[in-house]
């Protein structure tokens, strides 16, 4: 013979409060038809720009990192306390390859090393994509 046990609903008590809270006033609709829903009026929209506009020149005075990379490598740690003068560290760049503009990290350009008076520069050749 099989015990059947009565489940006993903790919500049970709450279920008609929902019930009344979320059921259609039958004064307005009949169930077959279900709630009415009325039309939504939005606003115009327009293309027009609020407030003001960050200016292009303000970023001028912000300093950013840049650096010219001549090439990498990557050599264990080892390796690095065994460096000294005159050591040679060969790097994963062609010769004549073009050497990279980094700014804060990121390549932003390519380009050929240049003497000016007595000074080293760079002279851009390709802007990177951001694809690349």
């Known amino acids: 013979m099989v015990n059947k046990k009565k489940f006993n609903d903790p919500l049970n008590e709450v279920d008609p409060i929902l019930e009344q809270a979320f059921s259609v006033d039958a004064g307005t609709s009949?169930?077959?038809?279900?709630?009415?829903?009325?039309?939504?009026?939005?606003?115009?929209?327009s293309n027009e720009i609020r407030g003001k506009?960050?200016?292009?020149?303000?970023?001028?005075n912000i300093p950013v990192t840049v650096s010219v990379e001549l090439g990498r490598a990557q050599i264990s740690l080892k390796e690095v306390f065994e460096l000294t003068e005159g050591s040679i560290i060969e790097l994963e760049r062609l010769v004549g390859e073009p050497l990279d503009l980094v700014v804060n990290g990121q390549t932003v350009a390519q380009g050929e090393v240049v003497a000016i008076d007595n000074s080293y520069g760079l002279r851009l050749t390709n802007i990177v994509s951001r694809t690349e």
Do not use: A, H, L, Y
């Open 53 to 60: 506009k960050v200016e292009n020149d303000i970023f001028g």
């Open 30 to 45: 009949s169930s077959d038809e279900g709630p009415t829903v009325s039309q939504v009026q939005f606003p115009p929209m």
